[in-house]
């Protein structure tokens, strides 16, 4: 069984993933808009190196495969909370729960990305004007998630997103899809999500109205207003294909073995690998992993993680988790969630 296992794993990430001569090649960094929804979500996720789409089953699927929130078993509310590079906060909220005769599981989930109030600088006042402004991202969703089969389970997230700085804005409204399908051999889980697919995003508002001269060899001093025209930009598409291994399962000590694949729409193909181990009865968590595996411009050295898993009661349960992603250029990045279970 350990044979066709290592079998089924190596020809489908063969398939999936040919890295040589076949894969993207060329970087296209930078040319999309709300880059905040590439940043990862869950202490779980982010610890085991961005490799969890086949095996989330908390409320932070909505965000990595919605097809994993079938598997949700108790109402569930999710906080996290991360300290972003240079002053800049990164948070989620998720809240789901599983419908009565197995109907589904429907969640709703908040993501912001904050950077508090910011002096404005001039070209003609590079020491401040005096006035402050603040800008913000945000993507608010709405997700249901079912088993069609006892082996295979499909969900949606449906969200709006608006990013902001001063009085201008960008919106757009997308969709993530996702499935997780239990493989016939005995541990293994098969994931495959798609997000961000959406419209395109376009800046609009009271900062682009400018006064020009429509004549400038004429004379006059007439300046009439004009509004900039700026250009539209993909949102930043993501396809993921993963799996998940239970390695090892006993009372005592489990194991679960992750491999995700990346295609990204702005960036050239990776790999992220995973681990998580479970003690006394998945009371105590650590994890680690190394994310996007394969990019020139890998960023991400490693990441590592613990959780602590308690039920106070039959009715309520509590998840504390905790991640630490090392950065080769910024500052690293931790990362706190709580999860209540009801």
């Known amino acids: 069984m350990k044979l066709f296992k290592s079998i089924f794993i190596v020809l489908l990430l063969s398939f999936v993933f040919p890295f040589e001569g076949a894969a993207q090649s060329i970087s296209k960094t930078g040319t999309t808009s709300a880059s905040f929804l590439r940043i990862p979500v869950g202490a779980r996720g ?5 490799a969890i789409s086949a095996s989330v089953t908390d409320a932070s699927a909505m965000y990595w495969n919605p097809g994993g929130l079938a598997a949700l078993e108790r109402p569930e509310l999710l906080v996290e909370y991360a300290d972003w590079f240079v002053d800049v906060n990164h948070n989620y909220l998720g809240a789901a729960y ?3 005769n197995n109907r589904g599981v429907f969640g709703v989930n908040v993501t912001t990305l904050s ?19 603040n800008a913000y991202s945000m993507a ?11 082996v295979f389970s499909i969900g949606a997230n449906v969200k709006f997103i ?4 001063m009085n201008s804005s960008a919106s757009s409204v997308a969709i993530d899809i996702g499935t997780v ?10 994931g495959v999500s798609v997000s961000n697919f959406g419209q395109k995003m376009r800046m609009d508002g009271e900062d682009l109205i400018v006064s020009t001269d429509q004549d400038e060899q004429g004379g006059g001093e007439y300046e009439p207003d004009a509004k900039l025209y700026t250009d539209e930009f993909n949102l930043p598409l993501m396809l993921r294909v993963g799996l998940a291994w239970d390695a090892y ?6 194991a679960t073995l992750t491999v995700e694949g990346n295609s990204p729409n702005d960036n050239v193909q990776s790999v992220s690998v995973g681990t ?7 009371l105590l968590f650590l994890r680690g992993g190394l994310p996007y595996l394969g990019r020139e411009d890998r960023m991400y050295k490693f990441s590592v993680g613990a959780g602590v898993d308690y039920d106070i009661s039959e009715q309520f349960g509590v998840n504390v988790g905790y991640s630490y992603m090392s950065h080769e250029y910024l500052n690293n990045i931790s990362r706190i969630s709580l999860k209540m279970q009801f």
């Open 46 to 50: 982010s610890a085991m190196g961005n």
């Open 98 to 100: 599983p419908l009565s």
């Open 115 to 133: 950077m508090g109030e910011m002096e404005e600088t001039t070209y003609d006042n590079p020491e401040g004007t005096g006035r402050t402004f």
């Open 140 to 150: 608010v969703g709405a997700s249901y998630s079912r088993y069609l089969l006892d």
């Open 162 to 165: 608006q990013e902001k700085i």
């Open 181 to 190: 399908y239990k493989t016939p051999f005995d541990g293994i889980l098969f």
């Open 249 to 254: 399962e006993s009372k005592n000590f489990d």
């Open 276 to 282: 998580e181990m479970s003690f006394l009865d998945d």
